[in-house]
């Protein structure tokens, strides 16, 4: 991943959390608005979260390779994974 590829993923970022509750980013107020639910589905955020993902697909399967390793995160790469199962197991892992 390349430093201005890595820079508009987060103003995507931003801008979702510009658009989204002013709240403090505590441990806690995380898991509290992930276990609290919409009354709709997807929430106010599902566009600008869905044109992040179409952005992080984008990236090359080498690139996240390196992110994986560069971060030390414990996510398992098989040589056979797509960039979409590769996305997939990285945001479970996250979510934990």
Do not use: C
């Not at 979702?16 to 806690?28: A, I, N, W, Y």
């Not at 566009?47 to 990236?59: C, E, F, Q, R, T």
């Not at 390793?69 to 398992?76: K, Q, S």
């Amino acid at each position: 991943m390349k430093a201005h590829d890595a820079a508009k993923t987060l103003e995507t970022i931003a801008q979702m959390l510009r658009e989204g509750d002013d709240m403090e980013l505590t441990p806690k107020a995380v898991r509290r608005v992930r276990s609290k639910g919409d009354a709709t589905p997807l929430g106010a955020n599902a566009p600008a979260a869905l044109a992040l993902l179409v952005k992080l697909s984008a990236y090359s399967k080498s690139e996240w390779r390196s992110l994986i390793a560069h971060l030390d995160l414990h996510v398992e790469v098989k040589a056979t994974d797509s960039v979409r199962d590769i996305l997939g197991r990285l945001l479970k892992y996250l979510e934990r």
